[in-house]
């Protein structure tokens, strides 16, 4: 059965914290909490696991360029240590709260379109002994 949602663009959908599939219906049920499915086309958002992933992105990405604009600022202007504390914490704490929501919202979409899901082992017979058609040819 063919979906009657069109594909929609994982950034768009999450720049506006939407549904990764219709953009319609919220994603979030608060701050960061996702919602259980969306109001709109009534996806379940079960699939939807990001874990640490938009923490770590965030972070990482916000800190680089905070830092690196600091450090600049620190060598050119010279400014007293309680100015830079005034600037950069600040910096840092909205640059993180701000990209957070949109970041953990584009990880879901990600999830969504690419059909993620939990990593499975795969068997190969007992105790290693592989099946015929794991076997190297000639064996």
């Known amino acids: 059965m063919a979906s009657t949602h069109p594909i929609v663009s994982t950034i768009s959908a999450s720049m506006r914290c939407r549904c990764p599939r219709c953009r319609e219906g919220r ?40 830092i690196a604009s600091w450090a600049i600022w620190a060598v050119m202007a010279q400014p007293p ?27 879901v979409a990600e999830q969504f379109v690419h059909k993620a899901e939990e990593g499975r082992w795969a068997s190969y017979g007992t105790h290693g002994q592989a099946p015929e058609r794991y076997k190297p040819r000639g064996w």
């Open 81 to 107: 240590v309680w100015a830079q504390f005034a600037v950069v914490m600040p910096a840092l704490i909205g640059g993180c709260l701000a990209c957070l929501r949109p970041v953990k919202a584009w990880l």
């Open 27 to 66: 994603l979030f049920n608060g701050f960061l909490t996702i919602d259980e499915r969306c109001e709109a086309c009534g996806l379940d958002y079960s699939f939807a696991d990001p874990a640490d992933g938009p923490a770590f992105f965030v972070m990482t990405g916000v800190s680089i360029i905070v």
